[in-house]
């Protein structure tokens, strides 16, 4: 029976010991998109602004990351700023960058800035559009959540809240009622 016991919390040891590792990192890999996701319109903004008024790409992002404080966004431009200065192309630098991240909202963006890059087309102008449509996206999700909190909160509302009105404004009624019953 013992030997059984021991089998049973060792079993359940080593699931929790393979379960837990991958939804820790899964965690860490969201809460590092949501992070980009937040950083990235800001920082396009910054570029557009730059870049518009007659700066290159990389002075420009240069003196971007350094004014920036560090979060996830800043530390991958950061290194792939490093690799562009150490003789990297700046396209296989930025590719490498969305791969690296998958972030889709980021990948997006840098494969507008190498397509625009290749075809010569204004990267200020693709900056400026596609930080337009992040803040929309930014804006549509916050309403999107914003519309689902009247639901999400109906459940605690049902459970903890409803009980304790009904206590409130019944009690006393229920009271005097047994008061009565009881003489």
Do not use: C
Not at 35 to 46: G, T
């Amino acid at each position: 029976v013992l030997y059984g016991r021991f089998a049973g919390v060792g079993l359940l040891l080593m699931i929790l010991l393979i379960l837990y590792p991958r939804s820790w990192l899964r965690g860490v890999v969201r809460r590092r998109h949501l992070e980009i996701q937040k950083a990235l319109p800001n920082v396009l903004d910054l570029l557009t602004l730059s870049i518009e008024a007659g700066k290159d790409f990389l002075t420009s992002l240069r003196d971007i990351l350094a004014r920036r404080r560090k979060d996830a966004l800043t530390e991958e431009l950061e290194r792939t700023f490093r690799e562009i200065q150490l003789g990297k192309q700046r396209r296989t630098a930025l590719r490498e960058l969305a791969q690296r991240v998958q972030q889709p909202d980021l990948s997006t963006v840098i494969n507008s800035v190498v397509q625009a890059d290749e075809l010569g087309v204004s990267i200020g102008q693709i900056l400026r559009i596609q930080g337009d449509q992040l803040r929309q996206k930014r804006f549509n999700r916050a309403e999107k959540l914003a519309n689902e909190a009247p639901v999400k909160i109906l459940f605690p509302l049902a459970i903890f809240i409803l009980p304790a009105v009904i206590i409130i404004l019944l009690g006393p009624v229920l009271l005097k009622g047994f008061n009565i019953l009881v003489k």
